[in-house]
């Protein structure tokens, strides 16, 4: 359910015409459902339940502070990865006490930093790491609560480049040598290892490496126990997959069916860091054509979203679905778009950015469209916004919320003049 719909074949976001919301902020626009984005926090609070979970909604994600305020307000805590992210999670109401902080290249200011804002948990992913840790906590008088990221050394199961739990990827301690370095730490009053955090790639579509990851999880938590750890967290961190073709994603529920007993048997407290499952599908690309042409064999939609607006097709080969915001008869739901029809036009969707590298779709199978019509690009909440760029000089979209048939700016268009703040006058 994600309140995006056709009526009248014209698409929705709930009860406002997209055309409306072009119409008003213009285009290139993100257009997010409120509905959709608790809907989905709802789903992961409900079906992880019998474990009460702490979850952290990953900032990096999509941080915009009106849907990070909206998680919070949730009962979400924060998921961050930087000392900018720890500043937006803070800014958008979340407790340190709430704020788990991950990434592999902690420098000394965001360490401090998270001991200021007394952060819950760190995730911590080298030796080198866990030594700065330990170091900046004796300096400042503290106790740092640390969750040792483990690399479970899982098969491939997702891109290259987000699948963050295969041997020889930066993430992480090696589940050979974690041991080690645990050993090392269990007198340092300065460092409490009190979990295990495991995120283990994303986007996952099958529950079977969350199945491998607590069963590998569960021997080291015994281990880690052994060696007189007080462990009572566990990270499971996020990477559940969303629909982004038709119905290729499994339920929340699918994956606590995995997760929670392996929990309750270790009787630790539930940690999620989800993003992309909350805000994935809660997100619209609304763009307009600015020319059609064909060219070497090929028909091109050219326009005015590109890849510094949304860059996951360039960077990951993903798949959005993409369809114009005024469908034909009979095309008003995803399992109708992009199928080889005596209506559609087989076509790449680009965008004006100078790069081969720029398109948001290839080979696919579009009504005709001519200048001026409105596309919209479907599943863009995650990973969309929080990658844009100004590259080639392209001030980023504009951000609205939509909650029935209200909607409001959550993130003004940028200006030519916002592309040169920065810079030193001269
Ligand atoms: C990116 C990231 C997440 C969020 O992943 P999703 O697939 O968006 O749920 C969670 N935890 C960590 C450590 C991450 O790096």
New binding site residues.
Partial sequence: MDHFTYKNRTLHCDDVPVPALAEKYGTPLYVYSRKTLTHHLKQIQAAFKPVDPLVCY?I??NGNLHIARLMVEGGAGC?V?SGGELFRALKAGCPGSKIVF?GAGKTDAEIRMAFENDVFLF?VESEGELDAIAAIARAMGRTANVALRVNPDLPPKTHAKTD?SVKGVKFGLDIDTVLEFAQKVVKNPHVKVIGLHM?LG??ILSVEPYRQGIVKGMVLIEKLRAQGHGINVWNM????GIHYKKNEALPAAAFAEVIVPGIQESGCKLVL?????IVGNAGLLVSRVIYTKDSGGKHFVIQDAAMNDLIRPTLYDSFHRIWPVASLPGFDAPEDFQVENAGTVKCDVVGPVCESGDFLAKDRYLPPLVRGDLLATFSAG??GMAMASNYNGRPRAAEVMVDGGQHHLIRRRETFEDLIRPEIEC
């Fill in positions: 990953s990096k994600t998921d990865t991950a995730n963050t995120h994303s986007p961190g996020g990477g559940f860091e989800p993003g992309r499952f995650a990973y």
